[in-house]
């Protein structure tokens, strides 16, 4: 599976960004799909998450401002980002997991966003 991710850019805090991760290859042995993000000098963090059967998480510092959303038609995956603030700025980075092996295996290269204060 490859996946590519767009949508990032430079926004005033307050704009949204929609994000967008196109899967293609195996798409058939992926269950489910991730948005995880990482600032400089921190961690890479898990910010939503949406199972194969549709079920959603969200970091605590985004519950409310962001929606995840999975087009099977197309094979997208979004993430719809409102009220964006300084410290949502980061490297957003779209993951799959494997229905074989049950791992997070594909990784996108990543999308910058920044928003500004």
């Known amino acids: 599976v490859q996946l590519v991710e767009s949508g990032g850019g ?3 805090a307050g704009g949204s960004l929609r994000l967008s991760c196109a899967a293609t290859g195996s798409i058939f042995s992926i269950s489910a799909m991730d948005w995880y993000r990482q600032a400089p000098g921190k961690e ?3 910010v939503a998450s949406r199972s194969g ?3 959603t ?3 605590d510092s985004v519950k409310g401002r962001f929606t995840i ?3 099977n038609g197309k094979n997208t995956l979004s993430l719809q ?3 964006l603030k300084p410290e949502d700025t980061a490297m ?6 494997s229905v074989l ?3 997070y295996d594909s990784w996108g290269q990543g999308t910058q966003v920044t928003v500004s204060s």
Do not use: P, W
């Not at 957003?92 to 997991?97: D, E, K, L, P």
């Open 10 to 12: 430079l926004v005033q």
């Open 44 to 46: 890479r963090e898990l």
């Open 53 to 55: 059967g549709g079920a």
């Open 57 to 59: 998480f969200y970091a």
């Open 69 to 71: 959303s999975r087009d």
């Open 81 to 83: 980002m409102n009220s």
């Open 92 to 97: 957003y980075y779209c993951a799959a997991q």
């Open 101 to 103: 092996s049950g791992e």
